[in-house]
């Protein structure tokens, strides 16, 4: 496992905390139409809770029976909790070990990589719901760029992710990258997921 890629998971963390510890309206809208910013953090967090389970070796049966209900009045108590679980979980997962995710079974290093990418564009998500500041790392962009820019058609196919949005060709990587992933990166408002 790329010592590279735990850098970015961290600062993946850290553009997500700092915008999840501001938030004040927790009903906000966001990009994705189906989620309020309740339900995108609870999404997050519920992700990282997966972590240590998977990471030790255990079956997504296996793991669910460790994922436990989140305390709503306090998310980013759980949010802080979980990331910091699943942190140390990286930290001491083996790079050959296998993990068990429920589409196939991947690298250690592949949902890694997942992670950084999720995270990365659910801060941004966050970030536009609130009222935040929407600039991400331009390293961690330019990572989540080369990843997500390798699976085009695959995200496309995925139903994960509204339809790419089109921006110019020279516009800005990180308005590339929202826009691959179906999120409008202009100021105007307008839903996407």
């Known amino acids: 496992m790329a010592l590279e890629w735990l850098a970015l998971l961290r600062q993946a ?6 915008r999840v510890e501001s938030v004040t309206d927790w009903s906000a809208p966001t990009p994705d139409t189906d989620w309020d910013v309740t ?6 967090v ?15 049966s296996e793991a669910e029976e460790r994922i436990r209900p989140l305390r709503e009045d306090d998310l980013v108590a759980e949010w802080n909790q979980y ?3 699943a942190t140390a979980a990286w930290d001491v997962a083996p790079a050959s070990s296998l993990v068990h995710l ?10 890694l990589r997942e992670q950084v990418c999720d995270i990365t ?10 009222g935040a500041d929407e600039a991400l790392d331009t390293r961690l962009v330019a990572a989540v760029w080369d990843v997500f820019d390798e ?10 992710f509204a339809a790419p ?10 308005d590339r990258l929202l826009a691959l992933t179906g999120r409008d990166p202009r100021p105007s408002e307008g839903g996407t997921r």
């Not at 963390?13 to 700092?18: D, I, L, V």
């Not at 339900?39 to 997050?44: D, E, K, S, T, W």
């Not at 429920?102 to 949902?111: E, G, I, Q, R």
Request: net charge negative.
């Open 13 to 18: 963390q850290h553009e997500f905390s700092t």
């Open 39 to 44: 339900a995108l953090v609870r999404h997050v």
């Open 46 to 60: 519920v992700e990282q809770q997966w972590v240590p389970p998977l990471l030790g070796g255990l079956t997504i």
């Open 83 to 85: 990331s910091g679980l």
């Open 102 to 111: 429920s589409y196939a079974v991947v690298t250690v290093d592949h949902y």
């Open 121 to 130: 564009v659910h801060a941004w998500d966050l970030a536009r719901a609130t």
């Open 151 to 160: 699976q085009r058609d695959m995200l496309g196919a995925s139903g994960l």
């Open 165 to 174: 949005v089109p921006v110019p060709d020279d516009a800005p990587l990180q």
